[in-house]
């Protein structure tokens, strides 16, 4: 019960910059966010997560909304490197993983 | 060089057969979980470890049996009572808490004919 909601797919053009959207309606107050992207045939790989503000790292930028049913993953500048498929979980003691988006970087 | 290391990374098995599934850290990590992936699906969470000597069942367990003896490894049996055992299978590890990331191994790639 993964319980975040996210479009099944994704297409962002090369050098542009990309918002992921993501629904979480029931969160709880204690529940983290996070999110974490794969690529074909490999392991997820850690790309942020975040409890009510705002974050960034080196990756990307996580926008909670100030109600925290939605948040946005942010990728600055997309490079065809970071097409794959993105993850928003709802972290509550474990990681429950849903279907994730389709992200498509256009050269 | 840290990191989680999943062996083998094809495996072929006969119907019937059990197999186990290595997964190593070298993290000190607690946490380790192990999950499974079908095509164009998301992850399944399977069983989970918190500390040596203990686990629990994710949401997928039946068919499967896991083993925490020590604090590097877990592994994973399939058991000849998984009906449908084919999948990508993904082990992680974490400091256990939910505000803080997993680091995943490049995954077994499970094939029962």
């Known amino acids: 019960d993964a319980k975040t909601t996210q479009p099944n797919s994704m297409e962002s053009n090369e050098e542009e910059p990309v918002h992921l959207p993501c629904n979480h309606s029931t969160i709880s107050g204690t529940d983290y966010i996070h999110w974490y992207r794969q690529l074909p045939s490999q392991g997820p790989e850690y790309v942020i997560h975040g409890l009510t503000s705002n974050v960034n790292n080196r990756m990307a930028s996580l926008a909670i909304a100030e109600d925290r049913k939605s948040s946005t993953l942010i990728l600055h500048r997309a490079t065809l490197r970071d097409a794959a498929v993105y993850y928003c979980i709802r972290a509550n003691s474990k990681l429950t993983f849903g279907k994730g988006i389709t992200l498509s970087v256009r050269p | 060089d840290g990191g989680i290391t999943q062996s083998p990374k094809y495996l072929f098995r006969k119907e019937g057969q059990n197999v186990t599934l290595s997964c190593e850290q070298n993290l000190n990590h607690d946490a380790m979980y192990w999950y499974r992936q079908d095509p164009g699906q998301g992850l399944r969470l399977i069983y989970y470890?918190?500390?040596?000597?203990?686990?629990q069942k994710g949401d997928i367990a039946e068919g499967y049996s896991v083993s925490r003896e020590k604090k590097e490894s877990f592994p994973l049996t399939v058991t000849s009572a998984q009906k449908n055992p084919t999948a990508f299978y993904l082990c992680?590890?974490?400091?256990?808490?939910?505000?803080?990331?997993?680091?995943f191994g490049q995954g077994t790639r499970l094939t029962v004919v």
């Open positions: 992680a590890s974490s400091i256990w808490g939910v505000n803080t990331e997993a680091f």
């Open positions: 470890s918190q500390i040596v000597n203990d686990f």
